[in-house]
């Protein structure tokens, strides 16, 4: 096995994908007799639509860019909508940068779990960490920003790496009355997923747009992740399921 192989499946074991990653079938998309109406206790929550994520960008994920049309169409028929941004400290903790002799995708084991260490990216305040040019933000209420404690990672919208230290999302979607959250956005398989999972855990329904995510598919991470989203009850759907 090369250093290319090895780093790659390190970075599925260290993100908790769970065990070895065997050839598992992506499921079947749910289909859905009626269009799914988003009312008033519906959220759309938009995840990581960077410049660091997309053709150019320091983690570029292959197309990434073309989550935004689709998100700008289907955005105006939601009444909440949540965007959150990677936001990290220079010398954050999970850059490979910050710890001498290694290098990017490499792990270390920190107090919450092990860490996949990862080039310099999204770091506050740069080109990098911007939201994409031409994603319409102008119905998001709450811009949620992430892995901006320095010592701690952060995946999900709704809890820092340690599965413990809340971002707040939970109880502000609750406050506002939401059951249902439907997301969108990159990677489907890392941010997306472990936000989906995390939702149903605060007791959401969770529906992820398939086509308006892109995924970074690493040795079958991708098929993993839909596996573990289905088993926590996510469902998965396209736009074209969402009424207009």
Known sequence: MNDYQSSRRALLRALSFAGVVAALPILPRRVFAAKIMPDAHSALIVVDVQNCFVTGGTLAVKNGEAVVPVINRIAPNFATVVMTQDWHTPGHVSFASAHPGKKPFDTIDLPYGTQVLWPDHCVQGTDDAKLREGLDVSKAQLIIRKGYHRDMDS??????????????????????????VFLAGLATDYCVAWTAIDARKAGFDAYVIEDACRAIDLNGSLALAWERMSASGVKRIKSDDIAT
């Open 155 to 180: 995946y999900s919208a709704f809890a820092e790496a340690d599965h413990t230290t809340t971002t707040g999302l939970g109880g502000y979607l609750k406050e506002r009355g939401i059951r249902s």
